[in-house]
């Protein structure tokens, strides 16, 4: 599966922005899909991740401002709604995909095979 993320830009603190990220290859809901976010000088991190069906899995850091959803009926695409941004929210912003993911390692980087090429999220005060 190949991807392609989209939707940052530069907001304000308080605003909302929406990401996408468009699968293309191999059959997009056969996998795990996910957002790691990098600010500069910093580790990837995760921001959250979902199967096609089952609970999604959001860090403590965004849970209750941003929302991870898929549409693999018709766009094979994942989008991460983010509500209430923060200064600390910026990053460039990378969906990732794995075909076999259990919940619990969802938040692990190298558990995921397939990476977008990445989107800056801007958030000024």
């Known amino acids: 599966v190949q991807l392609q993320a989209s939707g940052g830009g530069l907001v304000q603190a308080g605003e909302s922005l929406r990401l996408s990220c468009t699968a293309s290859g191999r059959t997009f809901t056969n996998y795990a899909m996910a957002w790691f976010r990098q600010a500069p000088g910093k580790e990837r991190e995760f921001v959250a991740a979902?199967?096609?069906?089952?609970?999604?899995?959001y860090s403590d850091s965004v849970k209750g401002r941003f929302t991870i959803s898929r549409d693999d009926n018709n766009k094979n695409t994942v989008y991460l709604q983010m509500s209430r941004l923060k200064p600390e929210d910026t990053a460039v912003y990378y969906c990732a995909a794995s075909p076999s993911i259990i919940y619990s390692s969802m938040t692990y980087s190298n558990r995921y095979n397939t990476w977008g090429q990445g989107t800056q999220v801007t958030v000024s005060s």
């Open positions: 979902r199967w096609r069906n089952g609970n999604p899995n």
